[in-house]
């Protein structure tokens, strides 16, 4: 699976948006680009994914570079609720896989902290 | 999507003793995975389980340290033996749904003295 770096941090004041970058240089044809997100004291949550075109879901949108290199999670109207751990993961989709292994690589994610 | 829960969400063992996690889902899966998340950290892949098979461990994992057992499609246990206090973190279950999805339970937090 590709690398992924993230800012270790970030803050965002309530009700604005909140933007994550994700630089994934090494990606691959067949990767994604996957975000979770971890809540203290919960598991992680799956947000969205995409391959190469932007995508958008009640959650948030993800945001691709043409090159694929970076992407971004954008959170639209961020709530003290969003403060958490947000994961980018890059991996080739399950589907692909072979049927191997299949469990996530974690980095060391961003923690969004959401002011009032 | 998928429900799944832990027993027990929390525990305090003493060193030398062995803890079994149950992870039970609210559907059939094929995989389920089994993460650790130590204090302060991301979390680490410690196997994965599929119903029918001998579980497949990453790397600075062993059975005999983390024996898992998928006896059906909605459970799974995994063992924490011969706890040291460096065991001491959470346990998290996981299954994956669809190919791109995958859920998570709420942890186990073990504290190992």
């Known amino acids: 699976d590709a690398k992924t770096t993230q800012p270790p941090s970030m803050d965002c004041a309530e009700g604005r948006a909140a933007n994550l970058p994700c630089n994934h240089s090494?990606?691959?044809?067949?990767?994604?680009v996957y975000w979770y997100r971890q809540i203290h004291s919960q598991g992680p949550q799956y947000i969205i994914h995409?391959?190469?075109n932007n995508e958008t879901n009640e959650m948030a949108s993800l945001i691709i570079t043409e090159d694929r290199k970076s992407s971004t999670l954008i959170l639209p109207h961020a709530t003290l609720r969003d403060t958490a751990v947000y994961y980018c993961?890059?991996?080739?989709?399950?589907?692909?896989?072979?049927?191997?292994?299949?469990?996530?690589?974690f980095g060391k994610g961003t923690h969004l902290i959401i002011q009032p | 999507s998928a429900v799944i829960s832990q027993k027990p969400s929390r525990d305090i063992c003493q060193r030398g003793t062995s803890l079994t996690i149950q992870c039970q889902v609210d559907?059939?899966?094929?995989?389920m995975f089994w993460y650790r998340q130590q204090p302060g950290q991301s979390l680490t892949l410690i196997a994965t389980?599929?119903?029918?098979?001998?579980?497949?461990?990453e790397s600075g994992f062993v059975i005999d340290k983390f024996p898992i057992s998928r006896p059906n499609l909605t459970f799974s246990t995994l063992t924490v033996s011969n706890m040291s206090p460096e065991d001491s973190s959470i346990y998290l279950c996981?299954?994956?749904?669809?190919?791109?999805?995958?859920?998570f339970g709420p942890g186990t937090r073990l504290t190992v003295t």
């Open positions: 559907s059939q899966v094929t995989m």
């Open positions: 993961i890059v991996r080739v989709s399950s589907m692909y896989s072979g049927g191997g292994a299949d469990g996530l690589t």
């Open positions: 995409g391959l190469k």
């Open positions: 996981s299954v994956r749904l669809a190919f791109y999805e995958q859920y």
């Open positions: 090494t990606i691959s044809g067949n990767e994604y």
């Open positions: 389980a599929n119903q029918g098979s001998e579980a497949t461990y």
